[in-house]
């Protein structure tokens, strides 16, 4: 005999793992494919269990079929998850259809019933209602009700999921078995990989990839003891496992499209690492019990949504292990993000079974009613939660369950103090009150109470977060509970590769003095005010709006991606920078008749020009409305400074031009608004255009995110004592000052009872040396802000550390440090002009490749920081010519050779005939831009010959040519302005 590599033997193997695991084999003459109902288990089942509910109906004529009548009926219209859940009712007879998992061993009854339920496997199920021949290769049914479908290939014969894919998308979803709501899920299942779908719709059937992930990425790992996907029938479908997603996982959901009305059914089924993350969590909770910290990092496109939810609904029905008493009172679901909240908030209300169980609190009065009226679940932000939580004060005999959404800072420092402290409850009556005492207590506060566990969701860990919410191995790294990578979720199509479409563009351009005399400058300073000045120029502005427009009208408006639907948008560097782009978009939109317009966001009032402007103002609606005016035909590009660079998901983003600094978890966030897939409109590929960063810079910020992200080591708190000892040096307050202050402030003195002590401290700090006073102003931030972020996670309590802390938190503001260089950086800007601006793509289309390494984050800098002295300083020519060096590099030619050339270029364009005409008398800016460039490029023709290097490159870079044309138009203005000076 030899292996038996058939589809046929596949289905024998999975089959016999089911029997094994207590299923009963049924048999394909038993299906009713009209009812798509095994009814000899149907019957079996509720003679066993419900005979007596059964004995009501049985003097009815033909009563059996009444039932199964009233049982198609209700699956038609409400899917069998709903009866399943909730039984049949028939006349006066109620049915139960399946009964549910017992919570422990001491409830013998249930356990009995839980048993009596009939779960059958059925192989080659003959489905059809009109047709005898085609068949599904396996269905499994609870009680006669089928609840999954599978498909099954093998690979050794030349057979893949894929074609298990495309049979099931070859089916008649007319087919009662595979009617919406029929079937909880139809699994595609080859020996390495398993997908799964919800609904059947011909071809335009959706599949998900339920695998585990290996080496965090797509696929399954091996499996010592038998094929890759046996975890589907050895773990997933068994008996206990089933009931559990149909009791806790499994929804049907009826959602209302917001703009057209129109109501619209989805069922939920977890994808893998979704049922995973949730029952880890919850098996470690009962085994841990309160108290714990977790820390999930799954990427954008794991469906954290869903993920935060079921969690949040299972642990409020957790019980001990030994199964006798809730484990939490209420779960609080915490959200960094107002557009995310409203999500969660809609996503629990719509899988929300029990009413009346869900609170939306924006005050301390709401969370306290929902409290006191059995609220169980409680949505909030982190803006609100410190305010939410002032007045509760009585909450330590209560256990909680704290869902945090994108934990970062906010979650590491001050922001969460409040919340830690209302819920450890460290004020109560018993307050103490000794002044050492009320320290410690503010201490204990501040670490994460004993009555609360904290689980996590973030996609970028930071190191902080690591360390306050991650598991401590035994070699004292921190890492993540569970891990659902970007890596995996790229590879499985759930998120677009942002990086695979990358293209960067450097500008040149070239600065010249403007004063007759030398003055020095802050070498590094003037740099990076020179370029600012440059970048936030107007004119600046203007030419690079323009290549996004052009990029944008030839390669998404044109070519009608996402059926011309597909929108973009720009990210600035700051308020004023959106400003302007916005402004220069709307013109250039305008002048060309363009029948859509731009958006732009941001928070607050920005005056530019002499002019206050709003969103509200530019845009001509509310700022709350732009998420929602966005999704229009008439908006298409949303300028942003970093509004939105979180939180903030638009399938139908599809291209990005980004002039803005960005590194680190900020680089992945706001890169990342590109790409949530869009499956309906063909979205496969991502676009950006990027002014400011270096594709290593981008690769740099993403590395550590794309696998699996760990902490190096903890971090060194014993540099607060270093800067406690440098700053006690300093003699700017005595040791007595610090601890009657902490009297004062914790005894709730008025701010004018602290203000004389802070000032007496502040008036020592004015009269040192100005050179001494920036390193104690920096030394001072840097103990507060260490000192927040690891006091809640260090294993001790320092009470001088306690109470310097919050001393130095309300002196820093009063201490002013000037900056000696800032006067004359200030008049840096007023000494040059900008002569020359141009722009050249030095990667186009380029893939950023990452790194499959798992990555490891350093721990907050142990080195005490000081002020930087003696910066180097250089006089304006020499500065310039360093600035023009390193940014003005987009001809193979000197600065002062590729001046000569422009100049040349422009004095052929006005010696032309038609210049006067067509240019210095044409009132019409467009037009006299038009004749303009006419000119400029009749001049390169005729000087081609001479300048043969310079004519290919303005032929070939349409961004070279139009830099090029912006430098020519600047000095053609400058020309006819000012005609007394010579070019």
Same mark, same amino acid.
């Given at each position: 005999?030899?292996?038996?590599?058939?589809?046929?033997?596949?289905?024998?193997?999975?089959?016999?793992?089911?029997?094994?695991?207590?299923?009963?084999?049924?048999?394909?003459?038993?299906?009713?494919?009209?009812?798509?109902?095994? %009814?000899?288990?149907?019957?079996?089942?509720?003679?066993?269990?419900?005979?007596?509910?059964?004995?009501? /109906?049985?003097?009815?004529?033909?009563?059996?079929?009444?039932?199964?009548?009233?049982?198609?009926?209700?699956?038609?219209?409400?899917?069998?998850?709903? =009866?399943?859940?909730?039984?049949?009712?028939?006349?006066?007879?109620?049915?139960?259809?399946?009964?549910?998992?017992?919570?422990?061993?001491? %409830?013998?009854?249930?356990?009995? /019933?839980?048993? !009596?339920?009939?779960?059958?496997?059925?192989?080659?199920?003959?489905?059809?209602?009109?047709?005898?021949?085609?068949?599904?290769?396996?269905v499994l049914f609870i009680n006669g009700l089928p609840v999954v479908s599978m498909e099954l290939k093998q690979?050794?014969?030349?057979?893949?999921?894929?074609? !298990?894919?495309?049979?099931?998308?070859?089916?008649?979803?007319?087919?009662?078995?595979?009617?919406?709501?029929?079937?909880?899920?139809?699994?595609?299942?080859?020996?390495?990989? *398993?997908?799964?779908?919800?609904?059947?719709?011909?071809?335009?059937?959706?599949?998900?990839?339920?695998?585990?992930?290996?080496?965090?990425?797509?696929?399954?790992?091996?499996?010592?003891?038998?094929?890759?996907?046996?975890?589907?029938?050895?773990?997933?479908?068994?008996?206990?496992?089933?009931?559990?997603?149909?009791?806790?996982?499994?929804?049907?959901?009826?959602?209302?499209?917001?703009?057209?009305?129109?109501?619209?059914?989805?069922?939920?089924?977890?994808?893998?690492?979704?049922?995973?993350?949730?029952?880890?969590?919850? &098996?470690?909770?009962?085994?841990?019990?309160?108290?714990?910290? +977790?820390?999930?990092?799954?990427?954008?496109?794991?469906?954290?949504?869903?993920?935060?939810?079921?969690?949040?609904?299972?642990?409020? @029905?957790?019980?001990?292990?030994?199964?006798?008493?809730?484990?939490?009172?209420?779960?609080?679901?915490?959200?960094?993000?107002?557009?995310?909240?409203?999500?969660?908030?809609?996503?629990?209300?719509?899988?929300?079974? *029990?009413?009346? =169980?869900?609170?939306?609190?924006?005050?301390?009065?709401?969370?306290?009613?929902? /409290?006191?009226?059995?609220?169980?679940?409680?949505?909030?932000?982190?803006?609100?939660?410190?305010?939410?939580?002032?007045?509760?004060?009585?909450?330590?005999?209560?256990?909680?369950?704290?869902?945090?959404?994108? &934990?970062?800072?906010?979650?590491?420092?001050?922001?969460?103090?409040?919340?830690?402290?209302?819920?450890?409850?460290?004020?109560?009556?018993?307050?103490?009150?000794?002044?050492?005492?009320?320290?410690? #207590?503010?201490?204990?506060?501040?670490?994460?109470?004993?009555?609360?566990?904290?689980?996590?969701?973030? !996609?970028?860990?930071?190191?902080?977060?690591?360390?306050?919410?991650?598991?401590?191995?035994?070699?004292?790294?921190?890492?993540?509970?569970?891990?659902?990578?970007?890596?995996?979720?790229?590879?499985?199509?759930?998120?677009?590769?942002?990086?695979?479409?990358?293209?960067?563009?450097?500008? +040149?351009?070239?600065?010249?003095?403007?004063? @007759?005399?030398?003055?020095?400058?802050?070498?590094?300073?003037?740099?990076?005010?020179?370029?600012?000045?440059?970048?936030?120029?107007?004119?600046?502005?203007?030419?690079?709006?323009?290549?996004?427009?052009?990029?944008?009208?030839?390669?998404?408006?044109?070519?009608?991606?996402?059926?011309g639907k597909a929108k973009s948008m720009v990210v600035t560097r700051n308020i004023e920078s959106a400003i302007?782009?916005?402004?220069?978009?709307?013109?250039?939109?305008? &002048?060309?008749?363009?029948?859509?317009?731009?958006? =732009?966001?941001?928070?607050?009032?920005?005056?530019?020009?002499?002019?206050?402007?709003?969103?509200?103002?530019?845009?001509?609606?509310?700022?709350?409305?732009? &998420?929602?005016?966005?999704?229009?035909?008439?908006?298409?590009?949303?300028?942003?400074?970093?509004?939105?660079?979180?939180?903030?998901?638009?399938?139908?983003?599809?291209?990005?031009?980004?002039?803005?600094?960005?590194?680190?978890?900020?680089?992945?966030?706001?890169?990342?608004? /590109?790409?949530?897939?869009?499956?309906?409109?063909?979205?496969?590929?991502?676009?950006?255009?990027?002014?400011?960063?270096?594709v290593e810079d981008i690769k740099d910020a993403f590395d550590p995110f794309y696998t699996s992200t760990a902490?190096?080591?903890?971090?060194?708190?014993?540099?607060?004592?270093?800067?406690?000892?440098?700053?006690?040096? %300093?003699?700017?307050?005595?040791?007595?000052?610090?601890?009657?202050?902490?009297?004062?402030?914790?005894?709730?003195?008025?701010?004018?009872?602290?203000?004389?002590?802070?000032? %007496?401290?502040?008036?020592?700090?004015?009269?040192?040396?100005?050179?001494?006073?920036?390193?104690?102003?920096?030394?001072?931030?840097?103990? =507060?802000?260490?000192?927040?972020?690891?006091?809640?996670?260090?294993?001790?309590?320092?009470?001088?550390?306690?109470?310097?802390?919050?001393?130095?938190?309300?002196?820093?503001?009063?201490?002013?440090?000037?900056?000696?260089?800032?006067?004359?950086?200030?008049?840096?800007? @007023?000494?040059?002009?900008?002569?020359?601006?141009?722009?050249?793509?030095?990667?186009?289309?380029?893939?950023?490749?990452?790194?499959?390494?798992?990555?490891?984050?350093?721990?907050?800098?142990?080195?005490?920081?000081?002020?930087? *002295?003696?910066?180097?300083?250089?006089?304006?020519?020499?500065?310039?010519?360093?600035?023009?060096?390193?940014?003005?590099?987009?001809?193979?030619?000197?600065?002062?050779?590729?001046?000569?050339?422009?100049?040349?270029?422009?004095?052929?364009?006005?010696?032309?005939?038609?210049?006067?005409?067509?240019?210095?008398?044409?009132?019409?800016?467009?037009?006299?831009?038009?004749?303009?460039?006419?000119?400029?490029?009749?001049?390169?023709?005729?000087?081609?010959?001479?300048?043969?290097?310079?004519?290919?490159? +303005?032929?070939?870079? @349409?961004?070279?040519?139009?830099?090029?044309?912006? #430098?020519?138009?600047?000095?053609?203005?400058?020309?006819?302005?000012?005609?007394?000076?010579?070019?």
């Open positions: 005999m030899v292996s038996d590599p058939s589809e046929k033997a596949l289905e024998g193997l999975i089959e016999a793992a089911f029997l094994a695991g207590g299923y009963a084999l049924g048999n394909n003459a038993d299906f009713d494919a009209d009812l798509a109902l095994d %009814t000899k288990q149907f019957w079996a089942f509720l003679e066993a269990t419900q005979s007596d509910e059964l004995d009501k /109906l049985r003097p009815r004529h033909n009563w059996q079929r009444l039932v199964l009548e009233r049982l198609d009926r209700k699956i038609k219209k409400d899917g069998v998850l709903t =009866v399943l859940k909730k039984g049949l009712s028939v006349d006066d007879a109620h049915l139960k259809l399946l009964y549910r998992l017992p919570y422990n061993t001491k %409830t013998p009854e249930v356990t009995r /019933l839980f048993d !009596a339920n009939i779960f059958s496997v059925t192989r080659q199920v003959y489905f059809s209602t009109s047709d005898s021949n085609p068949s599904v290769d396996m690979p050794w014969k030349g057979q893949t999921v894929y074609h !298990a894919r495309k049979q099931y998308q070859d089916r008649d979803a007319r087919e009662p078995l595979f009617q919406f709501g029929r079937c909880l899920v139809h699994f595609a299942v080859d020996t390495d990989l *398993v997908d799964m779908t919800t609904k059947l719709s011909g071809k335009s059937t959706y599949f998900l990839p339920f695998n585990k992930g290996d080496a965090h990425g797509k696929g399954n790992p091996i499996n010592p003891t038998g094929h890759k996907t046996a975890y589907l029938w050895d773990e997933v479908l068994t008996r206990h496992s089933l009931t559990n997603i149909i009791e806790h996982f499994a929804k049907l959901v009826e959602e209302e499209d917001p703009d057209t009305g129109k109501k619209k059914k989805t069922l939920f089924f977890p994808r893998y690492h979704q049922l995973d993350v949730v029952r880890q969590v919850l &098996a470690d909770v009962r085994e841990q019990g309160v108290g714990q910290r +977790y820390l999930i990092q799954h990427s954008a496109g794991s469906g954290k949504s869903n993920s935060i939810t079921w969690l949040g609904y299972q642990l409020i @029905e957790t019980y001990d292990a030994a199964g006798e008493q809730n484990l939490f009172d209420s779960v609080i679901v915490v959200t960094d993000r107002r557009v995310l909240d409203r999500q969660l908030k809609d996503n629990i209300r719509a899988f929300s079974e *029990v009413k009346n =169980v869900v609170a939306h609190a924006f005050s301390s009065a709401e969370l306290k009613s929902a /409290l006191e009226n059995g609220k169980k679940l409680i949505i909030t932000t982190i803006q609100k939660f410190p305010h939410i939580l002032d007045g509760i004060t009585d909450l330590t005999d209560r256990k909680f369950a704290v869902i945090i959404d994108e &934990a970062h800072s906010s979650q590491s420092g001050s922001a969460a103090d409040k919340m830690n402290e209302a819920i450890s409850g460290s004020v109560d009556e018993d307050e103490p009150e000794d002044l050492q005492d009320k320290i410690l #207590a503010a201490m204990e506060a501040r670490k994460m109470g004993a009555n609360a566990s904290f689980f996590a969701f973030t !996609a970028t860990p930071k190191n902080t977060t690591l360390e306050r919410f991650g598991q401590q191995n035994s070699d004292g790294k921190f890492a993540p509970f569970h891990l659902y990578s970007m890596k995996q979720a790229i590879e499985e199509g759930f998120i677009l590769d942002v990086l695979k479409n990358y293209t960067t563009s450097k500008s +040149y351009y070239e600065l010249q003095k403007s004063v @007759e005399d030398n003055p020095e400058f802050n070498t590094k300073k003037a740099q990076s005010k020179l370029r600012a000045y440059v970048e936030a120029d107007a004119t600046t502005i203007k030419t690079k709006a323009g290549i996004m427009l052009d990029h944008f009208e030839q390669n998404v408006v044109r070519t009608k991606k996402l059926k302007r782009y916005y402004m220069a978009l709307r013109e250039a939109l305008s &002048a060309s008749g363009s029948p859509y317009r731009p958006l =732009v966001a941001f928070t607050g009032k920005k005056l530019i020009d002499g002019v206050e402007h709003t969103e509200d103002t530019l845009n001509g609606f509310p700022g709350g409305d732009i &998420a929602k005016k966005f999704k229009t035909d008439e908006f298409r590009i949303l300028v942003v400074a970093n509004k939105f660079l979180t939180g903030f998901d638009e399938p139908m983003l599809t291209t990005m031009y980004v002039d803005k600094k960005l590194q680190h978890v900020l680089a992945v966030q706001a890169l990342s608004r /590109l790409n949530r897939s869009n499956n309906k409109l063909g979205k496969e590929e991502t676009f950006i255009l990027d002014f400011h960063n270096t902490l190096s080591e903890p971090t060194d708190v014993n540099v607060l004592h270093d800067l406690k000892d440098a700053l006690d040096d %300093t003699g700017i307050y005595d040791w007595a000052e610090v601890v009657e202050f902490n009297e004062m402030f914790f005894a709730s003195a008025d701010a004018d009872q602290l203000s004389p002590l802070l000032d %007496t401290v502040v008036d020592r700090f004015n009269d040192l040396a100005e050179e001494q006073k920036p390193d104690i102003k920096i030394k001072s931030k840097q103990f =507060v802000k260490i000192y927040a972020q690891v006091a809640c996670i260090i294993p001790f309590t320092n009470a001088n550390w306690e109470m310097l802390h919050w001393f130095l938190k309300f002196l820093i503001p009063k201490l002013k440090v000037k900056d000696p260089d800032q006067d004359e950086i200030n008049g840096l800007l @007023e000494s040059v002009d900008l002569t020359t601006y141009g722009l050249e793509r030095v990667k186009i289309g380029h893939t950023i490749a990452l790194e499959d390494a798992n990555s490891e984050l350093e721990p907050l800098n142990p080195n005490p920081r000081s002020a930087h *002295v003696d910066p180097d300083k250089d006089p304006l020519d020499l500065i310039i010519a360093a600035f023009n060096e390193r940014y003005f590099t987009g001809w193979d030619a000197t600065p002062e050779e590729q001046r000569v050339k422009l100049v040349n270029l422009l004095k052929h364009a006005m010696a032309d005939p038609a210049f006067h005409d067509k240019v210095v008398n044409n009132s019409d800016s467009q037009n006299r831009r038009i004749a303009s460039e006419a000119l400029f490029e009749k001049a390169m023709r005729n000087e081609r010959r001479k300048e043969i290097d310079l004519y290919k490159k +303005y032929a070939s870079d @349409e961004n070279f040519k139009k830099g090029l044309h912006d #430098a020519l138009l600047r000095m053609m203005e400058k020309a006819i302005s000012r005609p007394e000076i010579s070019l």
